[in-house]
């Protein structure tokens, strides 16, 4: 199932999961940051990443 689920998601699709919640993908945008262990300031590139939000089932069963 979480084969299935990732190829879909990365083809850029969502799934839905009745009573448990939805995986979409999403964008990252390009950005500096800082090294901290050096202090050196790198890029890191723009990238699409894994978005999940939960279901409202879900969500209550979490908060019983």
Same mark, same amino acid.
């Given at each position: 199932?979480? &084969? %299935? %689920?990732? =190829? /879909?998601? @990365?083809?850029?699709?969502? %799934?839905?999961?009745? &009573?448990?919640? +939805?995986?979409? +993908?999403?964008?990252? @945008? @390009?950005?500096?940051?800082?090294?901290?262990? +050096?202090?050196?300031? /790198?890029?890191? $590139? $723009? +990238? #699409?990443?894994? #978005?999940?939000?939960?279901? =409202?089932?879900? =969500?209550?069963? %979490?908060?019983?």
């Amino acid at each position: 199932m979480l &084969g %299935v %689920v990732s =190829k /879909i998601v @990365a083809a850029g699709d969502s %799934v839905q999961l009745m &009573g448990f919640g +939805t995986f979409a +993908t999403g964008a990252r @945008a @390009a950005r500096s940051g800082r090294n901290p262990k +050096t202090g050196e300031t /790198i890029k890191s $590139a $723009a +990238t #699409k990443t894994v #978005k999940f939000t939960a279901g =409202k089932a879900f =969500k209550d069963a %979490v908060n019983q």
